[in-house]
């Protein structure tokens, strides 16, 4: 039997969400620890996508393989109840074997949250992305719709991206604001190594008035990770949702974040 899993997880402690052959804390090595476990052996899991050291995620979505007689409510607190607090199995859903968690989805949905206030927070540091110097979110949101549509995203990739193709659909790019909160919602059918972080660097130089948001556009036309900006850091990038075909009936595709005055 196959089920799809989705998983929430606080990437703070955690060194990315791949397993890595030296001795390091990963998303996927303790969950697939947890669910050997409940399973009574080995589990491999297979994800939407794979995230950085420190991102976070309220909507990974994973499946795995087991032929033990489980519910569903016993997968998913049997699990829990192996796992420290900074990771969760929200619900468990049996699915076709046609569905894989990966090659299956439709979308990848991420929101990136940015502290914008002179003094970096004690208590946010962890979760968001820190800029000191006062940002324009409404000259940030003219630009953000520059990268709309399908492009060459090479400018906004890491220089070790293993993406056979540049190319990608950006379906949904904005941006909002509430006092010292800025935020950028994303929403494309599959993401670049570091592009999130890297599209997020150069909206916070528009944003600073450190480039014109024509400038932009021309990053995007360079095809070159050399012309962009900064590479954002990870505390504030999250992964929100993957959308799958109707056919699959999992739940809700999307977890965005509600707190921070968004």
Known sequence: ?????????????????????????????????????????????????????????????IHFDSDSDRSNFAWCRGTNRFLDHDVRIKWVEPVSDEFHARFAALSRSYRFIIHNAPIKSAIYRNYTSHEHESLNPTLMAEAAKILLGTHDFSSFRAAGCQAHSP??????????HNKEWVWIDLKANAFLQHMVRNIAGCLIEVG???????????VLEAKDRTKAGITA?????????????????????????SFWGS
């Open 208 to 218: 600073s008035g450190k480039r014109s948001k024509q400038w932009l556009g021309n």
């Open 1 to 61: 039997m196959r089920y799809a899993a989705r998983v929430e997880y606080d990437g703070s402690k955690f060194s990315g969400w791949q397993a890595q052959k030296h001795d390091v804390r990963t998303v996927q090595e303790v969950v697939e620890a947890a669910l050997s476990k409940v399973a009574n052996h080995e589990t491999p899991i297979i994800t939407a996508g794979r995230t950085d050291r420190s991102v976070h995620a309220t909507h990974q979505i």
């Open 233 to 257: 850091p990870p505390h504030g990038l999250y992964l929100t949702g993957v959308e799958y075909p109707e056919e699959f009936s999992l739940p809700s595709s999307a977890q965005n974040i």
């Open 167 to 176: 190319v990608r659909t950006m379906q949904v790019l904005e941006l909002n």
